[in-house]
């Protein structure tokens, strides 16, 4: 299982990035739930758990409003998985990498892909 968080994102930006990886991936909650907002000055977090397979259904470019940050926890291998998915769909730069012996964290930025 891998929890992807994205920050410095729009609702619809996030919904964007968690529609690709719903697309290729099963998630931790329905395809119809609703992030919310919550009131006051700090910045949203919007996160969800999928669980990577080995057959997945590619993606292609897929356009965002504006760049974001999504930091992706778990298994190595599974960790992986979902970024070559968001690789498909977004331009990616990896700002870092943390590894543990079981675990493994990517932080990456965001963007629409350019042809």
Do not use: N, Y
């Amino acid at each position: 299982m891998v929890t992807v968080s994205l920050t410095g994102a729009s609702r619809e930006d996030a919904a964007t990035v968690f529609d690709v990886l719903r697309t290729a991936f099963p998630v931790d909650r329905p395809p119809d739930a609703v992030s919310r907002e919550q009131p006051g000055d700090h910045p949203a977090v919007w996160s969800a758990e999928f669980v990577p397979t080995q057959e997945r259904i590619p993606t292609g470019p897929t356009p965002l409003e504006g760049s974001l940050t999504a930091t992706l926890q778990g298994g190595h291998v599974a960790v992986d998985q979902l970024c070559e998915a968001l690789r498909a769909a977004f331009a990616v730069d990896e700002e870092g990498t943390a590894s543990g012996d079981q675990e493994k964290e990517v932080d990456l930025c965001l963007g629409t892909k350019r042809p």
